[in-house]
Protein backbone atom coordinates (compact mmCIF):
# COMPACT_ATOMS: atom_id res chain seq x y z
CA UNK A 1 0.00 0.00 0.00
CA UNK A 2 0.91 3.23 -1.01
CA UNK A 3 1.23 6.31 -3.44
CA UNK A 4 1.82 5.66 -6.91
CA UNK A 5 2.56 7.66 -10.48
CA UNK A 6 0.81 7.58 -13.94
CA UNK A 7 2.21 5.18 -16.11
CA UNK A 8 0.98 4.60 -19.81
CA UNK A 9 1.64 1.80 -21.95
CA UNK A 10 0.64 1.58 -25.68
CA UNK A 11 0.01 -1.94 -26.18
CA UNK A 12 -1.00 -1.82 -29.61
CA UNK A 13 -1.51 0.37 -32.76
CA UNK A 14 -2.54 -0.45 -36.08
CA UNK A 15 -0.16 -1.14 -38.57
CA UNK A 16 0.84 0.62 -41.34
CA UNK A 17 -1.81 3.01 -40.05
CA UNK A 18 -0.91 6.05 -42.26
CA UNK A 19 -1.11 4.06 -44.83
CA UNK A 20 -4.70 2.80 -44.39
CA UNK A 21 -5.96 6.50 -43.88
CA UNK A 22 -4.27 7.46 -47.06
CA UNK A 23 -5.95 4.73 -48.81
CA UNK A 24 -9.09 5.34 -47.04
CA UNK A 25 -8.79 8.94 -48.00
CA UNK A 26 -7.74 8.25 -51.70
CA UNK A 27 -10.99 5.95 -52.11
CA UNK A 28 -13.27 8.72 -51.83
CA UNK A 29 -12.03 10.69 -54.82
CA UNK A 30 -10.58 7.38 -56.83
CA UNK A 31 -12.43 6.66 -60.10
CA UNK A 32 -9.92 3.33 -60.41
CA UNK A 33 -10.25 2.14 -56.81
CA UNK A 34 -7.65 -0.66 -57.34
CA UNK A 35 -4.61 1.78 -57.02
CA UNK A 36 -5.94 3.51 -53.99
CA UNK A 37 -4.49 0.52 -51.63
CA UNK A 38 -1.18 0.39 -53.37
CA UNK A 39 0.49 3.40 -51.39
CA UNK A 40 4.22 4.43 -50.34
CA UNK A 41 5.41 5.02 -46.82
CA UNK A 42 6.67 8.61 -47.84
CA UNK A 43 3.85 9.69 -49.56
CA UNK A 44 1.45 8.62 -47.03
CA UNK A 45 2.57 10.83 -44.21
CA UNK A 46 1.93 13.83 -46.34
CA UNK A 47 -1.36 12.61 -47.61
CA UNK A 48 -2.37 12.80 -43.96
CA UNK A 49 -1.62 15.91 -43.31
CA UNK A 50 -3.29 17.00 -46.45
CA UNK A 51 -6.68 15.67 -45.49
CA UNK A 52 -5.94 17.04 -41.85
CA UNK A 53 -5.70 20.45 -43.42
CA UNK A 54 -9.03 19.83 -45.53
CA UNK A 55 -10.77 18.68 -42.25
CA UNK A 56 -11.64 15.40 -43.96
CA UNK A 57 -10.98 13.49 -40.84
CA UNK A 58 -13.31 10.57 -41.44
CA UNK A 59 -10.39 8.12 -42.72
CA UNK A 60 -8.69 8.53 -39.83
CA UNK A 61 -11.25 6.49 -37.89
CA UNK A 62 -9.64 3.49 -39.17
CA UNK A 63 -6.77 3.85 -37.11
CA UNK A 64 -7.24 2.48 -33.37
CA UNK A 65 -4.75 3.01 -30.10
CA UNK A 66 -5.16 0.62 -27.35
CA UNK A 67 -3.35 1.92 -24.03
CA UNK A 68 -2.71 0.04 -20.84
CA UNK A 69 -2.72 3.04 -18.14
CA UNK A 70 -2.07 2.42 -14.25
CA UNK A 71 -1.38 4.57 -11.48
CA UNK A 72 -4.01 6.24 -12.05
CA UNK A 73 -7.02 7.44 -9.78
CA UNK A 74 -10.46 6.05 -9.27
CA UNK A 75 -11.39 9.92 -9.69
CA UNK A 76 -9.49 10.05 -13.05
CA UNK A 77 -10.97 7.28 -14.86
CA UNK A 78 -14.85 8.57 -14.07
CA UNK A 79 -13.40 11.68 -16.25
CA UNK A 80 -11.96 9.13 -18.63
CA UNK A 81 -14.82 7.25 -19.48
CA UNK A 82 -17.33 10.15 -20.78
CA UNK A 83 -15.34 9.96 -23.67
CA UNK A 84 -17.94 7.52 -25.00
CA UNK A 85 -16.33 6.75 -28.57
CA UNK A 86 -14.02 4.31 -27.17
CA UNK A 87 -13.78 0.96 -25.15
CA UNK A 88 -12.55 0.40 -21.63
CA UNK A 89 -11.74 -2.51 -19.58
CA UNK A 90 -10.86 -1.55 -16.03
CA UNK A 91 -9.90 -3.57 -13.08
CA UNK A 92 -12.90 -4.26 -10.64
CA UNK A 93 -13.32 -3.95 -6.77
CA UNK A 94 -15.91 -6.15 -6.78
CA UNK A 95 -13.80 -9.15 -8.28
CA UNK A 96 -10.05 -7.90 -6.63
CA UNK A 97 -10.11 -7.45 -2.85
CA UNK A 98 -8.48 -4.14 -2.29
CA UNK A 99 -7.45 -4.19 1.42
CA UNK A 100 -4.32 -3.20 1.10
CA UNK A 101 -5.11 -0.11 -1.97
CA UNK A 102 -2.41 1.82 -3.48
CA UNK A 103 -3.97 5.42 -3.99
CA UNK A 104 -2.60 8.98 -5.98
CA UNK A 105 -1.96 11.76 -3.77
CA UNK A 106 -2.68 15.18 -5.02
CA UNK A 107 0.54 17.09 -6.10
CA UNK A 108 -0.94 20.29 -4.71
CA UNK A 109 -0.88 18.98 -1.13
CA UNK A 110 2.95 19.09 -1.31
CA UNK A 111 4.22 21.54 1.56
CA UNK A 112 0.15 21.96 2.73
CA UNK A 113 -0.28 21.48 6.08
CA UNK A 114 -3.90 20.36 8.26
CA UNK A 115 -5.10 21.56 11.66
CA UNK A 116 -5.51 19.02 13.84
CA UNK A 117 -6.06 19.12 17.56
CA UNK A 118 -4.38 22.57 17.65
CA UNK A 119 -1.56 21.33 15.77
CA UNK A 120 -0.25 21.94 12.12
CA UNK A 121 -0.08 18.38 10.18
CA UNK A 122 1.50 18.05 6.95
CA UNK A 123 -1.27 17.55 4.67
CA UNK A 124 0.06 14.77 2.67
CA UNK A 125 1.06 12.66 5.67
CA UNK A 126 -2.36 13.30 6.69
CA UNK A 127 -3.60 12.17 3.47
CA UNK A 128 -1.61 9.08 3.73
CA UNK A 129 -3.11 7.91 7.31
CA UNK A 130 -6.45 8.76 6.31
CA UNK A 131 -5.78 6.04 3.23
CA UNK A 132 -4.29 3.96 5.93
CA UNK A 133 -7.38 4.70 8.14
CA UNK A 134 -9.56 3.90 5.00
CA UNK A 135 -7.94 0.62 4.22
CA UNK A 136 -8.23 -0.46 8.26
CA UNK A 137 -11.88 -0.39 8.23
CA UNK A 138 -12.53 -1.30 4.44
CA UNK A 139 -10.69 -4.65 5.86
CA UNK A 140 -13.19 -4.63 9.58
CA UNK A 141 -16.03 -4.60 6.95
CA UNK A 142 -15.01 -7.50 4.92
CA UNK A 143 -14.35 -9.42 7.97
CA UNK A 144 -17.78 -8.50 9.06
CA UNK A 145 -19.43 -9.16 5.74
CA UNK A 146 -17.55 -13.14 5.66
CA UNK A 147 -15.35 -14.72 4.05
CA UNK A 148 -13.07 -12.43 1.69
CA UNK A 149 -14.25 -12.28 -1.90
CA UNK A 150 -16.44 -11.28 -4.81
CA UNK A 151 -19.62 -11.01 -2.02
CA UNK A 152 -17.31 -9.12 0.88
CA UNK A 153 -15.80 -7.36 -1.50
CA UNK A 154 -18.91 -5.48 -3.57
CA UNK A 155 -20.03 -4.00 -0.41
CA UNK A 156 -17.04 -3.31 1.41
CA UNK A 157 -15.53 -1.48 -1.58
CA UNK A 158 -18.60 1.30 -0.49
CA UNK A 159 -16.11 2.97 1.55
CA UNK A 160 -13.36 3.31 -0.57
CA UNK A 161 -11.57 6.34 -1.39
CA UNK A 162 -11.78 8.07 -5.44
CA UNK A 163 -7.89 8.35 -5.12
CA UNK A 164 -7.57 4.59 -4.42
CA UNK A 165 -5.84 3.33 -7.62
CA UNK A 166 -6.93 1.50 -10.38
CA UNK A 167 -5.76 0.06 -14.14
CA UNK A 168 -7.58 0.29 -17.46
CA UNK A 169 -7.44 -0.55 -20.40
CA UNK A 170 -8.81 1.52 -23.48
CA UNK A 171 -9.00 1.19 -27.24
CA UNK A 172 -9.50 4.50 -29.18
CA UNK A 173 -9.78 5.03 -32.70
CA UNK A 174 -7.58 8.48 -34.01
CA UNK A 175 -10.17 10.73 -34.37
CA UNK A 176 -11.59 10.60 -31.64
CA UNK A 177 -7.76 9.90 -30.07
CA UNK A 178 -7.59 13.94 -31.48
CA UNK A 179 -10.79 14.75 -29.60
CA UNK A 180 -9.21 13.63 -26.45
CA UNK A 181 -6.43 15.41 -26.68
CA UNK A 182 -8.01 18.71 -27.40
CA UNK A 183 -10.32 18.57 -24.12
CA UNK A 184 -7.56 16.76 -21.66
CA UNK A 185 -4.77 18.73 -22.63
CA UNK A 186 -5.90 22.05 -21.85
CA UNK A 187 -4.58 23.31 -19.01
CA UNK A 188 -7.88 23.06 -17.32
CA UNK A 189 -8.43 19.58 -17.45
CA UNK A 190 -7.47 18.18 -14.23
CA UNK A 191 -3.45 17.73 -13.04
CA UNK A 192 -3.95 13.49 -13.92
CA UNK A 193 -5.82 13.45 -16.99
CA UNK A 194 -3.86 16.16 -18.28
CA UNK A 195 -0.65 14.00 -17.39
CA UNK A 196 -2.46 10.81 -18.95
CA UNK A 197 -3.03 12.77 -22.33
CA UNK A 198 0.28 13.92 -22.29
CA UNK A 199 2.00 10.76 -22.01
CA UNK A 200 -0.48 9.47 -24.48
CA UNK A 201 0.28 11.74 -27.13
CA UNK A 202 4.31 11.22 -26.89
CA UNK A 203 3.51 7.56 -27.56
CA UNK A 204 0.73 8.39 -30.46
CA UNK A 205 3.62 10.73 -32.06
CA UNK A 206 6.63 7.91 -32.00
CA UNK A 207 3.95 6.22 -33.98
CA UNK A 208 2.12 8.33 -35.99
CA UNK A 209 3.91 11.91 -36.02
CA UNK A 210 2.44 13.17 -39.26
CA UNK A 211 -1.07 12.48 -37.86
CA UNK A 212 -0.44 14.26 -34.37
CA UNK A 213 2.73 16.31 -35.17
CA UNK A 214 -0.15 19.37 -34.51
CA UNK A 215 -2.22 17.58 -31.60
CA UNK A 216 -2.62 19.89 -28.63
CA UNK A 217 -5.43 21.53 -26.39
CA UNK A 218 -8.19 23.34 -28.81
CA UNK A 219 -7.62 26.45 -28.45
CA UNK A 220 -4.20 25.69 -30.97
CA UNK A 221 -6.78 24.19 -33.42
CA UNK A 222 -9.19 27.08 -32.80
CA UNK A 223 -6.63 29.98 -32.57
CA UNK A 224 -7.85 30.84 -29.22
CA UNK A 225 -10.12 29.96 -26.13
CA UNK A 226 -13.20 29.08 -26.63
CA UNK A 227 -14.44 29.24 -23.32
CA UNK A 228 -14.70 32.67 -22.47
CA UNK A 229 -14.80 33.75 -19.02
CA UNK A 230 -13.48 30.85 -17.39
CA UNK A 231 -10.35 31.15 -20.16
CA UNK A 232 -6.73 30.22 -18.40
CA UNK A 233 -5.77 33.35 -19.79
CA UNK A 234 -2.43 32.00 -21.13
CA UNK A 235 -3.93 30.93 -24.91
CA UNK A 236 -0.12 33.11 -26.23
CA UNK A 237 2.20 31.02 -23.97
CA UNK A 238 0.32 27.66 -25.08
CA UNK A 239 0.70 28.06 -28.37
CA UNK A 240 3.94 29.03 -28.52
CA UNK A 241 4.59 26.11 -26.18
CA UNK A 242 2.79 24.04 -28.67
CA UNK A 243 4.57 26.06 -31.93
CA UNK A 244 8.30 25.43 -30.43
CA UNK A 245 7.38 21.49 -29.90
CA UNK A 246 5.91 21.15 -33.92
CA UNK A 247 9.27 22.92 -35.06
CA UNK A 248 11.49 20.59 -33.16
CA UNK A 249 9.80 18.03 -34.38
CA UNK A 250 10.07 19.01 -37.88
CA UNK A 251 13.70 19.63 -37.42
CA UNK A 252 13.56 16.09 -36.35
CA UNK A 253 12.41 15.14 -39.79
CA UNK A 254 9.23 12.84 -37.49
CA UNK A 255 6.90 13.33 -39.41
CA UNK A 256 8.90 11.46 -42.66
CA UNK A 257 9.02 8.63 -40.85
CA UNK A 258 6.43 5.88 -41.64
CA UNK A 259 4.12 5.08 -39.56
CA UNK A 260 4.36 1.65 -37.10
CA UNK A 261 2.65 0.03 -34.49
CA UNK A 262 5.25 -0.12 -31.53
CA UNK A 263 4.80 -1.45 -27.82
CA UNK A 264 6.21 1.80 -25.42
CA UNK A 265 5.34 2.62 -22.57
CA UNK A 266 6.03 6.35 -20.54
CA UNK A 267 6.31 6.91 -16.81
CA UNK A 268 7.03 10.37 -16.09
CA UNK A 269 7.97 11.16 -12.44
CA UNK A 270 7.29 14.19 -10.62
Same mark, same amino acid.
Given at each position: *?????????????T??????? #?? #?????????????????? &? !??????????? *?????????????? $????????? +??????????S?????? =?? @???????????????????????????? @?????????????? $????Q %?????????? &?? !??? $??? /?N??????????????????????L??????????????????????????????? /???? =?????? %?? +????? &?????R?????????????????? /???????? @?????
Amino acid at each position: *MGSVKTKVVLIRATDEAEGLI #AS #AGKLCYAHDSQKVFRTDS &N !DSGQFVQKLMQ *MGHESPIEHVVFTF $YIEGISRAM +THQLVRHRLASYSQRSQ =RY @VDHDAFDYVVPPRLQGKTVEMDGERIDA @VAYFEQTMALIAER $YAKLQ %EALGPKGETS &NE !DAR $YIL /PNACETKILMTMNARELLHFFEERLCVRAQWEIRRAAEQMLQLAKGVCPSLFAKAG /PKCI =RLGGCP %EG +TRSCG &NYDGIRRKYDAEYKREMEQQFVDL /PCKAHHQS @VHVKD
